[in-house]
């Protein structure tokens, strides 16, 4: 068997998340569909970001097993033609290679980093409903700046995080909930548009938009800047902000060694 590394594409509003399920249209099962037809034969994905529905993403990478003879440069080339033919135009395969035996697309990660975009204007952009949330009231972006510059390091993001679980040993014990932020910052490249860019680690669900909610509180005046250290030290979800909406968050990179 060989491993492959794909890097993907796709808006997140045609599907219903990342990750199969069966009866409803998601990016997984989608791409498997495809690998499958390609191949002949059923493959397992492992994505770097099991994003939720309605997020989009230009930087996913997925890793899957293949027979060996299926890895060639000839093969690779037409299976990534074909894949981006068969899942367009929600989904594009920017590129597919061969990658080492001991790479995971999860677990190799060392970072991944998300772009969430806002259009801050009384008036709507027609162009930019699909990919941005569109906030009608003034924000005081200098107030949001400081008050992202509180979250880099390393904290415990369980009030930014919705609950979770996984089973040890037959027990269900809450899953981790700190993790470990690079930057945390926000641009303003034209009137009106407003990217927030966030790297970290890794991502509990939820973590990204539920800090752009608390972020936009600030903005609308609802919360000081100074709050974050009092929220994240909660350890509530109550303490934060509400959750953004989902289509204006995007999986943009992941960082592997």
């Known amino acids: 068997m060989a491993r492959l590394r794909l890097r993907v594409a796709y808006d997140g509003g045609a599907f219903r998340g990342f990750a199969p399920n069966p009866g409803v249209r998601t990016v997984g099962g989608v791409l498997a569909d495809a690998l499958g037809r390609r191949l002949g034969y059923p493959v397992q994905l492992t994505c770097a970001g099991r994003t939720d529905a309605g997020v989009h993403a230009r930087g996913q990478v997925v890793s899957l097993e293949v027979a060996d003879e299926d890895a060639s440069p000839e093969r690779l080339e037409a299976l990534g033609s074909g894949l981006s033919r068969l899942c367009g135009p929600d989904v594009a395969v920017l590129a597919i290679e061969r990658a080492s035996s001991g790479f995971d697309a999860r677990f190799s990660a060392l970072a991944r980093a998300y772009r969430y975009t806002i259009w801050n204007s009384s008036a709507p952009d027609v162009f930019r409903r699909r990919t941005s949330w569109h906030v009608r009231e003034p924000l005081d972006v200098a107030a949001m700046a400081e008050a992202s510059a509180l979250l880099a390091g390393e904290h415990d993001f369980a009030s ?88 204006g968050l995007c999986l943009q990179s992941v960082s592997y060694p």
């Open 160 to 247: 930014f995080c919705s609950r979770a679980v996984r089973i040890v040993s037959g027990a269900e014990r809450e899953a981790p909930t700190t993790r470990r932020v690079l930057h945390a910052r926000w641009s303003s490249p034209e009137p009106a548009l407003l990217l927030f860019e966030i790297e970290a680690n890794s991502f509990c669900r939820q973590m990204v938009r539920s800090i752009v909610g608390t972020l936009v509180d600030v903005g609308r005046g609802r919360r000081p800047a100074g709050d974050m250290p009092r929220v994240l030290a909660a350890r509530d979800r109550a303490a934060a902000g509400p959750v953004a909406p989902p289509h």
